[in-house]
């Protein structure tokens, strides 16, 4: 099956290159206002690890929420994280966000990805 877009924006806060099936990259520039996934955090006190020498702070996500959703355009396809990527998932039915899929790394930075993938029926 194939899918279509005119054109991909690039919702991230980094540039974002994909490698296309004949070898060549794209490289997709972050657009001036990413979309941005925030968790509502509260302090839930202490865990205890071992016999109580060792301490950690403990905080509980009671929610996640995005800073924005942009309005669907025709033939518009949106670049955005993974996380939230998955949260507009389940808040919308729409199919046209992507998240950087198989990524490429070089001495251990990634450099690009080889395909977007999307989050679907997650309601």
Known sequence: M????IRLVNLTPHK???????GEYIELKPEDRPVRCYEDKRDSGDLVISSGLDVVPLK????????????EKSGV???V???SGKLIARKTNR?????SDDLIEKN?????CKSLSRYVDLK
């Not at 509980?60 to 309005?71: A, Q």
């Not at 251990?108 to 690009?112: D, L």
């Open 2 to 5: 194939r899918w279509f877009v």
């Open 81 to 83: 994280s993974k996380i």
């Open 16 to 22: 974002v290159r994909i490698l296309m099936r004949k």
């Open 77 to 79: 396809g949106y670049i």
């Open 108 to 112: 251990g930075n990634i450099i690009g």
């Open 95 to 99: 199919r046209d966000f992507y998240i």
């Open 60 to 71: 509980e996500i009671r929610d996640e929420n995005l800073n924005y959703i942009p309005r």
